[in-house]
């Protein structure tokens, strides 16, 4: 029998292990395969800004696609330098969503034990959606760290009233506002919270300094964000009055956006992390009344904010997922303790707990969909909303839209090649996942894709495209079909796409790209009612 000594050890070597493993697994799934991802649907946004405008355009505007005012303007400072590639779009994103599973225990030191900080790493690490947001070229894997952080130094500043803390609270919660303004639902909470409080306690004590305290607080905060937001908000007022009061989320969709932010398809997995986060509630509230109270009531006012906002496709799950999403972090928190103490106490004098603890990242990384996203032999779509839409595959509206016609026996043929030994150029691009279907057929054939861009080679001004004389950008993942006519190739096959993804889709500004590519590239290699396929070392 081990002793009380030998079993701390042996827990302390356990969570050690498991947060080793943990944290490789976490940094192997956000970098997977990504200097390979086609930048595609809102990825876009912040480039098709910058190639239009100036920094004086971005500064002033949210436009009507939702650019991310500070990230467009870090994109177009380097895009004077050096062009734009996908790697350098999502590199910050990349940086931030590393950080925060480590940050996040960390700014937590003081209120959770060892374990519970271990639980709290392992959950924000293997999130489905933290991963994919990590991985995407759009600002919410900074704005959550960053809205958390906030959230935390405001809760500090007002235990510990120094200067160092406020201005942490105004720069993170100024530059997360800046990037993401829906963000300001939760960053201004704490104002609510304890702006209640102050009033409390000068009405029965009649101690005004908190309120003082806030009221300037508040108004070096509003300043802030009155030369940040104020310009953006003006010149974009009739954008803005267009995307809210438009749309509003349902039961339903309420119930799918909890499973895509606790990570899992199934409803008893999504009812565990929600049980494990009301335990956890009841158990910090022992130890930490205020933290608990004020934690739970900043997310409630920021859910509620969200909820009633009638903003634009909220009704769609993942929608309200991508902006509740600086509340993960929260809600990992009581899921940490209540799972941590459940372990603890349920197991006390049990030899099951260590086997346990090396269970939890294994239970948690098979309820949810990574498994089917990131492996296989490529995957250049792990952003599809075919993925990241509803984690149930079937179910998924994508797949069930896309999924429409059998795939073309060329990309059988092309799967009997050794896997990632070919590259393919593809046109027409789609940017919009919801008119792309490649990730399907790129299941069957295995093979690297290149976007074919078929500006200036059957038309000008196509949406999701650039010019080839666009000095700014330069992605890796795209080709001017132009370059491949003009036998400036590296590539093994071109493949023009005749039919559409979608029976809906409306193509008719491709009409006459068939003819000019039978006219550039002469008789294909293949040929059937779906695809035109050219082997480039053997077209004319």
Not at 328 to 350: C, E, Q, W
Not at 358 to 374: C, D, M
Not at 482 to 491: H, N, P
């Amino acid at each position: 029998m081990l002793n009380s000594q030998e079993k701390k050890g042996t827990m302390h070597w356990a969570w050690l292990v498991t947060i080793i493993i943990v944290g490789a697994a976490g940094v192997w799934f956000r970098a997977w395969q990504l200097p390979i991802q086609l930048l595609a649907d809102d990825e876009w946004h912040a480039l098709n800004k910058l190639i239009k405008s100036d920094a004086w355009g971005i500064f002033t505007s949210f436009g009507r696609a939702d650019h991310s005012i500070p990230v467009t303007l870090y994109y177009y400072a380097i895009s004077q330098i050096t062009p734009l590639t996908e790697n350098i779009m999502r590199f910050p994103m990349l940086l931030a969503g590393l950080a925060l599973p480590v940050t996040a225990p960390w700014l937590m030191r003081r209120i959770l034990s060892r374990p519970e900080q271990a639980v709290l790493f392992i959950l924000l690490t293997l999130s489905p959606i933290l991963i994919y947001y990590t991985r995407t070229a759009r600002p919410y894997a900074l704005s959550t760290l960053l809205a958390f952080a906030a959230v935390i130094c405001f809760y500090v500043w007002v235990q510990k009233p120094k200067l160092i803390y406020a201005l942490s609270y105004l720069t993170l919660c100024s530059l997360c506002a800046w990037m993401q303004p829906v963000t300001l639902a939760l960053l201004l909470s704490p104002f609510v919270f304890y702006g209640l409080k102050s009033i409390h306690r000068w009405a029965k004590h009649h101690d005004k300094r908190l309120f003082i305290r806030l009221l300037g607080l508040g108004l070096a905060q509003l300043s802030t964000l009155t030369v940040l937001l104020g310009p953006p908000v003006y010149y974009s007022i009739n954008d803005i009055a267009g995307k809210t009061g438009v749309d509003s989320p349902t039961v339903h969709s309420v119930i799918e956006t909890l499973k895509l932010l606790t990570g899992s398809k199934y409803a008893l997995y999504m009812g565990i992390f929600i049980g494990f986060s009301g335990w956890g509630v009841l158990i910090l509230s022992k130890r930490q009344r205020e933290l608990t109270l004020y934690l739970v009531i900043c997310s409630a006012l920021s859910l509620g904010a969200i909820l009633c906002s009638g903003a634009a496709w909220i009704q769609h799950p993942l929608v309200t997922a991508r902006y509740c999403l600086p509340m993960l972090p929260i809600m990992a928190i009581f899921a940490s303790v209540g799972l941590s103490n459940t372990l603890r106490f349920s197991l006390k004098h049990s030899p099951m707990k260590t086997p346990l603890i090396i269970a939890i990242p294994v239970l948690v990384y098979l309820s949810g969909p990574l498994a089917q996203t990131y492996s296989g032999p490529i995957n250049q779509f792990t952003g599809h909303m075919g993925y990241q839409f509803d984690y149930n595959w079937k179910n998924n509206t994508y797949n069930k839209v896309l999924d429409n016609r059998p795939i073309s026996s060329f990309y059988y043929q092309l799967g009997q090649e050794p896997e990632k030994s070919l590259q393919l150029v593809i046109a027409p691009w789609f940017l919009e996942w919801h008119y792309n279907r490649w990730y399907i057929d790129q299941a069957v054939h295995n093979q690297l894709v290149a976007a074919g861009f078929v500006e200036g080679f059957c038309g000008k001004l196509f949406y999701g495209e650039y010019s080839k004389n666009t000095p700014q950008v330069k992605l890796t993942n795209a080709v001017h079909v132009t370059a491949l006519a003009e036998k400036s190739r590296g590539y093994d096959y071109f493949i023009y796409h005749k039919s559409a993804s979608r029976i809906d889709q409306n193509v008719s500004k491709h009409q006459d790209c068939e003819a000019k590519v039978l006219e550039s590239f002469g008789k294909p290699t293949y040929e059937d009612d779906q695809i035109l396929a050219y082997k480039l070392d053997e077209a004319k």
